[in-house]
């Protein structure tokens, strides 16, 4: 399995962004599909996730802000990020979990500018 990542740039605050995961087959199959990020000198943090039923979750400090969201004809998550704030910055992971065995795409950066 392989996730490819897509769609980070330099952005102003207050802008959007859509990131894009594909998967390398169906995502059917998959448990759960999500987004991490990690910005310089911090852990890596969870952002959102969708399950393989439709039901998403999201980070306290995202809600309302980033859609989390599934083509399956394109074997595609996306993640629509609104209101993009500087605490926003990071390098964005999407991640899969098959069976209990998790994988990870490549990371996007994404800037926001104040």
């Known amino acids: 399995v392989q996730l490819q990542a897509s769609g980070g740039g330099l952005v102003q605050a207050g802008r959007s962004l859509r990131l894009s995961c594909a998967a390398s087959g169906s995502i059917f199959g998959f448990n759960y599909m999500g987004w991490y990020r990690q910005a310089p000198g911090k852990q890596r943090e969870f952002v959102a996730f969708v399950t393989s039923g439709g039901a998403t979750n999201y980070a306290g400090s995202v809600k309302g802000r980033f859609t989390i969201s599934r083509d399956t004809a394109k074997n595609t998550v996306y993640l629509q990020m609104n209101s993009l704030k500087p605490e926003d910055t990071a390098v964005y992971y999407c991640?899969?979990?098959?069976?209990?065995?998790?994988?990870w795409g490549q990371g996007t950066q994404v800037t926001v500018s104040s």
């Open positions: 991640n899969a979990d098959r069976h209990g065995t998790t994988y």
